[in-house]
């Protein structure tokens, strides 16, 4: 079936490091990619998404590639700041059949910066 | 443009006693969704709806979950009886036309 496995958290960065999110995902034909996030006491955001293969999501300073190859879609930013502290989650849809449109999430990476 | 609203935002019950949830997804999506969120998880969905008809709700612990979607706008959510292990967070998100799904702020319950 459908999955999607992310990196354990919790991911601890000083302010200005470099981040990646590792993120992997099991699914048949072309699914849809997405990169949400959730600030404290808050819903879901869609940080960005990618729709096909070598598609490039950005917004924020947050980038994710779809890699078909490897069947991945790890999140990057070039230099965090402590505002970027929240849980990440990667998500797929399929964009046919019966489950069409459902996400299916990954648990969840939790990242805090340090100032 | 207003958001998914949910309300309330927070519940706490004794165990074996009724709750409701209830969503207004964004004006003009025909797709609603409930999602349950435990601690430290992503969410699972739980039912989806497209206008009033629930189109996929196989995931939805039918002998104590309901839902309906009246009229195809607001939707509730019900746990009868609640249990200890219902405590969670449980998400509503629409759609619209394309595939992105825009979230509300959950209601928070805890059964004790």
């Known amino acids: 079936g459908n999955s999607v496995t992310q990196m354990e958290g919790p991911v601890t960065l000083s302010e200005e490091a470099f981040l990646t999110i590792n993120c992997t995902y099991t699914a048949t034909g072309y699914p849809s990619l997405f990169w949400y996030v959730q600030y404290p006491g808050e819903g879901l955001q869609l940080l960005l998404k990618?729709?096909?293969?070598?598609d490039k999501g950005s917004n924020k300073g947050f980038e994710a590639t779809y890699r078909k190859e490897t069947t991945s879609f790890h999140l990057e930013k070039g230099s965090v700041q402590v505002s970027d502290s929240a849980v990440y989650f990667c998500?797929?849809?399929?964009?046919?059949?019966?489950?069409?449109?459902?996400?299916?999430f990954g648990k969840g990476t939790k990242l805090s910066v340090k100032p | 443009e207003a958001g998914v609203v949910q309300s309330p935002r927070y519940k706490i019950i004794e165990k074996k006693q009724p709750v409701a949830f209830w969503c207004n997804p964004i004006s003009g999506h025909n797709t609603l969704y409930w999602y349950l969120q435990n601690l430290g998880q992503g969410p699972e969905l739980l039912i989806r709806?497209?206008?009033?008809?629930?189109?996929?709700d196989s995931q939805l612990p039918k002998d104590r979950f309901s839902a309906e979607r009246l009229k195809g706008v607001d939707s509730t959510l019900k746990i009868q009886p609640a249990e200890l292990g219902d405590s969670a967070v449980y998400l509503c998100?629409?759609?619209?036309?394309?595939?992105?799904?825009?979230f509300g702020p959950g209601t928070r319950l805890t059964v004790l």
């Open positions: 998100a629409s759609k619209g036309w394309g595939n992105t799904q825009y």
């Open positions: 709806y497209e206008n009033e008809e629930a189109v996929d």
């Open positions: 990618a729709t096909k293969a070598d």
């Open positions: 998500a797929l849809t399929r964009d046919y059949g019966g489950s069409q449109g459902n996400l299916i």
